[in-house]
């Protein structure tokens, strides 16, 4: 059994471990072992040096993101047993070997008690993405677990991990291929199709975090005037055309993610859409097209506590738009992605938005993140996407 450098807590410290919960933060430790590098494997005791569990040390707020309650090596083997857990658990849910879908997420980090570590599956290619050094260190043993797991029906393993890395790291390393060489590939969800580049596209080249929301559109989007704003990859565009709306509007400030809606609209044979490269507000100045729905999906307003106040002025802001320009009658999709911001601080926001639109809006359902994106009781910092569909009368 390997020896790992080890940590003492302070007396008081290991409530969180009795708790389960991934994270042990810099003031809960009380003494440490010399030369520890970011990113090393390190043995967790109590005050009492009683063992605690094994996980990746970092230099920062969150010191220690716990891999096992038990003593254990963190190898092959290890990587193989958790991540075929995560795997039987997306089987067990009917989202493996399904006709119409060929795309999840395999791992979600602390979630599936993997903290740090994302792995999105695109149609027999897989993307990981670090979020914490040690992850990033273990890379080659999840390559041969992930390797194990799906056997010859596996194409590419890629990984992207320098935008989602501290800096100092991030700059010695690149994204690549580990196995494979696939730049993209086309998958189906629910049967729609959708080009997905993870070498250029943003995060792992699709958000699937809103694949059960799309599908919800598309039964409200029947003979309807429907306008898709923050729209990246076109994904809502693609299921309100497909459901039968009557005309699709969709609308980003960058570029590149027009060009990949257009590219998913004409993979689908959809001809009832048009696509505008622009800032959300300023098409919200000048468009006069009665829309009867629209999708607010906004990136995150705010990505650290210190710029709430600000993201929920943001917020405010967008949905009091969108309030104003819907006609009557008309039904709103809105998002928050920020983990900051929690149901409760959403939900008011978009209070004082329908009051400083001087609409009576009507909530018909409350939103948040698929199964495969799943929310640890353990570990409820997870639950990061928030959404409303109201009635706007």
Known sequence: MTQYKQIILAKGREQSFFRKHPWIFSGAIKQKDANLHDGEIVEVLSSEKVFLGIGHYQDGSIAIRVLSYEYTDINTDFWFTKISKAYNYRKAIGLIDQPDMNAYRLVFGEADEMPGLVIDYYNNNLVIQCHAIGMHLSIKDIVEALKKIYGSKLETIYDKSVESLPATYASQIKNGFLFGSNENTIIQEYGNKFQIDWVRGQKTGFFIDQRENRKLLAHYSKGKKVLNTFCYTGGFSVYASLAGAS?????????????????????????????????????????????????????????????????????????????????????????????????????????????????????????????DHPINMHFLEGEYLKGLVLWVE
């Not at 468009?287 to 009867?292: E, I, L, N, R, V």
């Open 247 to 371: 005309l699709v509007h969709s609308v980003d400030s960058s570029k590149a993610a027009i060009e990949l809606t257009k590219k998913n609209i004409e993979l689908n044979g959809i001809t009832n859409h048009e696509a505008f490269a622009v800032d959300t507000f300023d098409f919200f100045k000048t468009s006069d097209t009665d829309y009867d729905v629209i999708i607010l999906d906004p990136p995150a307003f705010a990505k650290s506590r210190k710029v709430t106040h600000n993201a929920v002025i943001g917020y405010k802001r967008l949905n009091a738009e969108a309030f104003k320009r819907i006609k009557s009658g008309g039904i709103v999709f809105t998002f928050s992605c920020s983990q900051v911001i929690d149901k409760e601080l959403f939900f008011n926001t978009i209070v004082s938005a329908a009051i400083e639109a001087k609409k009576t809006i009507k909530v018909l359902h409350y939103l948040s993140q698929p199964a």
